[in-house]
């Protein structure tokens, strides 16, 4: 085979040779203290590790990584959650609303291997949907910035 063959084949092979798909970074991965620090910025660009929260749901993720975000990610929504259960309008809120809105933009560019997650957050956010505008303003700003 030529060399040319060989290049030509390892690019219908899984878009080429190698993996190439990002995983989250390690700070992804470090519990839900640090999503809720990082979450202190918002309705501001939230990052961690130096990327945007979003990207800690990567199409590059294996098994554990989903476990290890998700764990962090869903304990700090129900965190959040708790601390805004009597003000729907607090800064709890908006946060928790940001983290569903990064959690829907970085979903959106994996094979569905991040939807429990979103769902999950989702079910945090129930008792504040249709009457909390910080509810709204934090998931618009993670759709965007997120």
Known sequence: MTLAAVLAACSLVAGG?????????????????????ALNKAPARVTVGGRPLS?????GSNADDVQLVGSAWV????????RAAR??????????????????RGAAHTPGIHNEL???????T???Q???????????????LG
Do not use: I, N, W
Request: glycine share 10%.
């Open 17 to 37: 040779c190698g993996d190439d798909k990002e995983r989250p970074a390690a700070a992804c991965t470090e519990g839900a203290a640090s999503v809720l620090t």
């Open 55 to 59: 990207r800690c749901l990567t199409d």
């Open 75 to 82: 304990q700090a929504a129900g965190m959040l959650a708790d």
């Open 87 to 104: 003000r729907p309008d607090s800064k709890y809120v908006l946060r928790l609303g940001y983290l569903v809105g990064a959690a829907r």
């Open 118 to 124: 979103v769902r999950r957050l989702e079910q945090e």
């Open 126 to 128: 129930d008792p504040f």
């Open 130 to 144: 249709g009457h909390s505008a910080a509810l709204e303003r934090g998931e618009r700003a993670g759709r965007r």
